[in-house]
């Protein structure tokens, strides 16, 4: 059984706008993506490769993180490819700013 829990994994002004980077959360990596004041966060792990998602481009418009090795990019709220060669999704974290830190919940082993 497993219960969610919030865990803070950084400042929001340490998120660069328009940018993602990789956090490791209960041992799930986390790609944290922060688009004006709004922050999303995705698994960091590309479903057609083993690739580093936080390392792609985020395209700020569509809401989606593209994986730099083949291209796919995955939507940033509902995790998603948008387009292939990934035709699995990756899971989506609730994610948001509280006094100022990003916050995420993650589900943690009971």
Known sequence: MSTPTSVVVCAFDDLVPGGAARFDVHGTAVAVVRIGDDVYAIGDVCS????SLSEGEVLCSE???ECWKHGSTFSLVTGEPQTLPATQPVPVFVARVVDGNVEIDVEVAA
């Open 48 to 51: 057609h490769g083993n690739v």
């Open 63 to 65: 809401k989606e993180l």
